[in-house]
């Protein structure tokens, strides 16, 4: 295999930033040179001497690359700065990453300035070296300098590690304890300077704040700005960061920032006042900068629950390593794509073919422990115990917003765990691998709830779809299942559990056992051993299933099934019961080695400790607290102490799921290259991000095709279109809050207003209209909000007025799910939330019945065309471009090519085909007439004609008019959600 590197000397070259493989085995490794501003990556000339790069002290060592982290305004190099061994296997070590450096690459001055914080902070925790958690490992077994003519991690004989276990800390708790290092990040947005930039940008003004400076220069220096960046560390070491200032004559006065904190760019024009459609999304993005850049370094190096390793696979069990061994194959290529956690990261390297510089890595648990234990004779045998555990890439995230399965199969918190005993004496390993996942349904809960209630969603064909892959990649990856459901029966858990059971039962597969232990209800009272009647029942399928047994690294024996368990989060009581599988299975394995049975059970304590810890990291890293329940795991007892402290858990999970949760989901879906930077956009406005693993573009899809069978009565009504758009929560108003997302229908006769339930995947109400009622139509810009700068782009924010005459033929439904009918129009509520015009005056006209007994019709009233007081309007506004779905039955008609926005196209199309369906029924819409009304033909000229435009460009809602209705409550509550949340 391809070597990896395992020590890199990083330096600020001129025109980009220099990676240096170190040590004797690295000298036929290729350097690395990655450019600023653009990041490209290319092969640097081997004639950089290292020794010259050392003396500039401008340097620092790295352990290893975690990748490259861009957004719209610069990228960063993620530099393994120190690392710790917790296990080792087969003779080959796993390290867990414990911290990180953020290099920037905009500029020379400021990667040069990271850099000299990094050594300053090194050398700070040099001499400071308090406890084991601070020991890195490389101290331990690389001790020597990196012009060293020894590779100390190759040629140290290896060492048996011992697990120790780490303080246990949330988020929140991170952030308490590290409050200096978020100084400057506060200031930004509480400083009574920050305020009044963001103050003068909601009213419109130029920005600029307290000494003339702008909202963009501001955002330019934030943008830079890393959370390397101490007070205590440029203080250890003063005269590296003035030889930094004084290398590229720079003077800074006490008291100002310099490095990343203030940089300057000398080669580039400032940046204009007004944003291009371009910048809003770079603008966006820059404000959260700081945010990302912290969060980034919580996640891979402050939860210290990435692992990885220079020459084993901790992506793949003892039965898969071997399947995937080849010496001539990177590492990169042949680790399981379902737990490579920085592959997006690490792929800007690999596309260059810099596969020295690609460190797969792997985020879960890992632990060992060596053990002793005699056997019958009364000869002690060594042992080790690895707990190696991965979580899936897939639907990964934090609890409540990450639920249940997707459309592919894939299920929240699917995480594989590995259960490896090594035999030392006899060079043996035995592998045991369970798995625990979310429910496989669509569902979904409120975060905003201590107990939030289930909420099913789509179709019963869907789910089937989406249960039967998940059921089906299981069985190619682990063969036979034995599935083990963990939730209550009887309570609001039993929504999803029934539906589980329902399907599991439907799929009628004998190689899928499903068994449902309600474990409330079963250890009521805190009685948790009780899980003893579970293990009776079903048991026996450890020993039915077995375990992988490789000997001299050969495969002899092979594990045939995996045990599925989940409760709702698939954390506390699926730890618990785990566990248990755990024991029994390691009990067996030492009985078939000789091993006294009257032995195991005080030689295997520190099993509670390991699968405790299991469960704290699991826990930590899908709900941000440690695990429940995690006082029986350690010492099989519960009791008040621990019920309490379970309760404390509890209220710091709610906390986290509604204030911290929603930012790290996007950086976590950023981070693994599911989302684009868009997402920070759609942050900043809803404080919150949707989920990508949903096809939004194909539910939207689902919803045209559904709402065209269900509403469309008459089967030769051709249909010419379909979109989906937000409207106003109430009829015949443009900016009534929530807006909610509907479906638009066009045919050859009636223009088709569906609300549609895309929960459940049906049509609540609809309205018809037909195109001889319709009047006119108005499109333009349409701002419905004013508090961020891609919500009053008047070019990303477009809309439309479809202005008519109810008529005799118009046709109101709703769906009531049920026999009854003709819901009245006076009912304006329920009219309202169908979303369907409700009349001023109440009639009681003909009635249209439908051919579905459960959709209740109502007619309009029939009035006089001529009365401009009847005209009633439905506004529509455009979804986000990289959201919006347009489906038609043939090809629509084209469109001209513009430098407008998608928004605006999509509107302008829209525009377009109704007009041009409209002159189908009435062939004088837009003809020239007279003052009179008569038409004129082409060439009369007996009286000067005036153009009748059907359609007019006008704005729904202009920003001066959004901001003119825009409250100060409303400013106060955005502003203090944005405190809260960004």
Not at 141 to 158: A, I, K, N, R
Not at 462 to 471: G, I, L, R, S, V
Not at 731 to 749: G, M, Y
Not at 845 to 874: F, H, Y
């Amino acid at each position: 295999m391809p070597g990896l590197v395992r020590k890199v000397l990083i330096l600020a070259a001129i025109d980009g930033l220099l990676l240096l493989p170190t040590g004797p085995r690295s000298r036929s490794q290729p350097q690395t040179k990655i450019a600023y501003k653009t990041g490209a990556i290319n092969t640097a000339p081997n004639e950089t001497a290292v020794s010259q790069a050392v003396a500039t002290g401008n340097t620092f060592e790295a352990v290893g690359i975690a990748g490259l982290l861009s957004v719209p305004s610069g990228s960063w190099l993620i530099a393994i700065t120190k690392r710790s061994q917790v296990a080792e296997v087969k003779g080959r070590q796993i390290f867990v990453i414990t911290d990180i450096a953020l290099i920037p690459l905009h500029s020379k001055a400021e990667a040069e300035a990271a850099i000299a914080r990094v050594r300053a902070k090194n050398a700070k925790k040099s001499l400071n070296t308090t406890g084991l958690d601070d020991i890195d490992s490389d101290e331990e077994y690389d001790g020597d300098s990196v012009l060293s003519s020894e590779d100390d991690v190759y040629d140290d004989p290896p060492r048996r590690p011992n697990h120790h276990r780490t303080a246990s800390s949330s988020i929140a708790e991170d952030v308490i304890g590290k409050k200096g290092l978020y100084g400057r990040f506060a200031e930004r947005w509480f400083s009574k300077r920050g305020w009044q930039v963001d103050r003068n940008r909601l009213q419109g003004l130029s920005g600029k704040g307290d000494g003339g400076e702008t909202f963009q220069m501001r955002r330019m220096k934030s943008r830079t700005g890393s959370p390397d960046s101490e007070t205590a560390d440029k203080a250890v070491a003063p005269n590296i960061e003035i030889r930094v200032q004084e290398s590229q004559g720079e003077t800074t006065s006490p008291g100002e920032s310099s490095g990343a904190d203030a940089p300057t760019y000398p080669d580039q024009p400032a940046q204009p006042e007004v944003l291009q459609d371009n910048e809003v999304m770079e603008g966006v993005a820059n404000s959260l900068t700081p945010k990302l850049l912290r969060t980034v370094k919580l996640l891979l190096a402050s939860s210290r629950s990435f692992y990885f390793s220079y020459d084993y696979d901790v992506t793949r069990s003892i039965a898969k390593q071997t399947l995937a061994t080849s010496s001539e194959v990177p590492l990169h290529k042949k680790v399981d794509s379902d737990y490579f956690w920085n592959k997006h990261l690490i792929s800007p390297f690999v596309e260059a073919g810099q596969h020295h510089i690609a460190l797969p890595l792997m985020q879960g648990f890992v632990a060992q422990q060596h053990f002793q234990i005699p056997n019958k004779e009364g000869y002690s045998r060594n042992f080790l115990l690895t707990l190696l555990t991965r979580r899936s890439v897939h639907r990964a995230g934090l609890r409540y917003l990450r639920r249940g399965v997707d459309e592919n199969g894939y299920v929240a918190n699917c995480v594989e765990t590995e259960q490896l005993l090594s035999d030392i004496d006899k060079n043996t390993e035995y592998s045991f691998v369970q798995m625990r996942g979310s429910i496989p349904v669509f569902f979904q809960q409120s975060p905003y709830a201590l107990k939030p209630k289930p909420i099913l969603m789509h179709s019963e064909s869907a789910n089937k779809a989406a249960f039967q892959a998940h059921f089906k990649r299981l069985k190619e990856r682990y063969g036979d299942i034995q599935a083990v459901n963990l939730v209550e029966r009887h309570s609001l858990e039993g929504i999803v559990g029934n539906m589980y059971e329902k399907y599991a039962n439907e799929l009628e597969d004998p190689k899928i056992k499903f068994e449902w232990f309600d474990f409330h209800a079963e250890c009521r009272g805190m009685k948790f051993e009780n899980v003893s009647l579970l293990l009776d029942r079903v048991g026996d399928v450890v020993d039915q299933f077995g375990w992988t047994e490789e000997h001299n690294d050969k495969i002899e024996k092979s594990q045939t099934g995996v045990i599925r368990t989940n409760c709702m989060d698939c954390l506390d009581r699926t730890n618990v019961v785990m566990s248990n599988f755990a024991r029994r299975a390691i009990e067996i394995q030492l009985t078939h080695l000789n091993i006294d049975p009257a032995k195991l059970d005080a030689s295997l304590n520190f099993m509670n400790l390991l699968w405790a810890d299991n469960g704290d990291a699991i826990s930590k890293q899908y709900s941000s607290t440690a695990a429940l329940k995690g006082d029986f795991t350690r010492t099989k007892k519960r009791n008040i102490s621990g019920a309490l402290a379970d309760f404390g858990l509890t209220l710091t999970r709610f906390w986290n799921n509604i204030i911290g949760d929603f930012f790290t989901q996007a950086a976590i879906d950023y981070l693994l290259g599911n989302v684009s930077a868009q997402v920070f956009v759609e942050f900043e406005a809803k404080m919150m991000s949707g989920d990508p693993a949903i096809n939004i573009s194909k539910v939207r899809q689902n919803a045209i095709e559904t709402s065209s069978r269900m509403v469309i009565a008459d089967k030769n009504e051709e249909m010419m279109g379909g979109w989906t758009l937000l409207t106003p929560s109430e009829a015949n108003t443009i900016r009534t809050f929530p807006f909610k997302e509907v479906v638009l229908l066009l045919t050859e006769a009636a223009l088709y207003l569906c609300k549609f339930d895309f929960a459940m995947d049906k049509v609540s109400a609809f309205e018809r209209i037909s195109l001889e009622n319709i009047k006119g139509l108005q499109y333009g810009a349409y701002i419905t909000e004013t508090m961020t700068s891609a919500s009053v782009d008047e070019k990303r924010n477009v809309g439309l007025i479809v202005t008519y005459e109810p008529g005799e033929d118009d046709i109101l439904r709703i769906n009531t799910r049920s026999l009854t009918s003709n819901v009245s129009r006076q009912h304006s509520d329920i009219a309202a939330d169908a979303a369907v015009p409700p009349q001023k005056d109440d009639y009681q006209g003909n009635t249209k019945q439908s051919d579905d007994p459960k959709l209740a019709s109502k007619g309009t009233p029939p009035v006089s065309s001529s009365d401009p007081n009847n005209e009633r309007i439905l506004a529509f506004k455009a979804l986000s471009a990289d959201a919006t779905v347009k489906a038609s039955s043939r090809v629509p008609s084209p469109i001209r090519k513009s430098a407008e926005s998608d928004e605006e196209t999509l509107i302008l199309s829209i525009c377009s085909e109704i007009e041009r369906a409209c002159k189908l029924v009435n062939p004088s819409i837009g003809r020239n007439t007279t003052e009179n009304g008569a038409a004129v033909e082409d060439g009369d000229t007996h009286e000067e004609p005036q153009r009748c435009a059907f359609i007019e460009k006008k704005d729904v809602v202009s920003v001066l008019e959004a901001k003119r209705s825009t409250g100060l409550l409303e400013q106060v509550g955005y502003s203090i959600r944005r405190w809260v949340w960004a």
